[in-house]
C-alpha cells in the first residue's frame, strides 16, 4: 500500500490534463469576450443600414 501512495504521488500524467482545461477556459473566456464586444459594433452597423434602407424607402415612395 505504500508503493502505491508513493507511485500515485510521483506520478504526473493527470498534469497534462489539468494544464490542457485551463488553457482551453482561457480561450473560451477570451473568445466570449471578443464575441460581446464585436455584438455591439454588428448591432451597430445593422442599425444604419436599417435606418438608410427606410430613408430610402421613403424617400422612394
Known sequence: ???L?????REESG???IE???LLAFIALAS???FL???GSVASIWQQ???QLSNAA????
Open 5 to 9: 501512495f508513493q507511485r500515485f504521488l
Open 37 to 39: 464586444s464585436a455584438g
Open 15 to 17: 498534469q497534462d490534463l
Open 20 to 22: 490542457y482545461t485551463l
Open 58 to 61: 421613403v424617400s422612394a415612395s
Open 32 to 34: 466570449a469576450s471578443l
Open 49 to 51: 443600414g436599417s435606418t
Open 1 to 3: 500500500m505504500k508503493s
